[in-house]
Nanobody, 126 residues
Framework: QVQLVESGGGLVQAGDSLRLSCTASGRTFNIYAVGWFRQAPGKERAFVAAINYSGGRTYYADSGEGRFTVSRDNAKNTVYLQMNSLKPEDTAVYYC???????????????????WGQGTQVTVSS
């Protein structure tokens, strides 16, 4: 069992940066890949980025590539999402989720993930 808690969201202006954290409980966190998703009002939950269990592999949606960086510190049971040059269209609730394995053909799929956090709100004003 893995419990995930996101933090670091907030209200920022366009062009600003934020770093989200996803902290896990459970000693086996370092065997899970972690994905970041976001959900804007009235829209489906969308994939943002993922990182494999060791941190050696990452995968990004086109919307964040070049602006977002995912990383992890397994000693702290934490995965990060660094978001730079934020845009108003980045406004959403951001979720982290954990899954076993690494298959880039399904990492974008919400149903692939076994454990989810409660989400953290990111609001970018223009």
């Amino acid at each position: 069992q893995v419990q995930l808690v996101e933090s670091g969201g907030g209200l920022v202006q366009a062009g600003d940066s934020l770093r989200l954290s996803c902290t896990a409980s459970g000693r086996t966190f370092n065997i899970y890949a972690v994905g970041w998703f976001r959900q804007a009002p009235g829209k489906e939950r969308a994939f943002v980025a993922a990182i494999n269990y060791s941190g050696g592999r990452t995968y990004y949606a086109d919307s964040g590539e070049g602006r977002f960086t995912v990383s992890r510190d397994n000693a702290k049971n934490t995965v990060y999402l660094q978001m730079n040059s934020l845009k108003p269209e980045d406004t959403a609730v951001y979720y982290c989720a954990a899954t076993l394995g690494w298959d880039t053909t399904v990492l974008r799929v919400v149903g692939k993930y076994n454990y989810w956090g409660q989400g953290t709100q990111v609001t970018v004003s223009s």
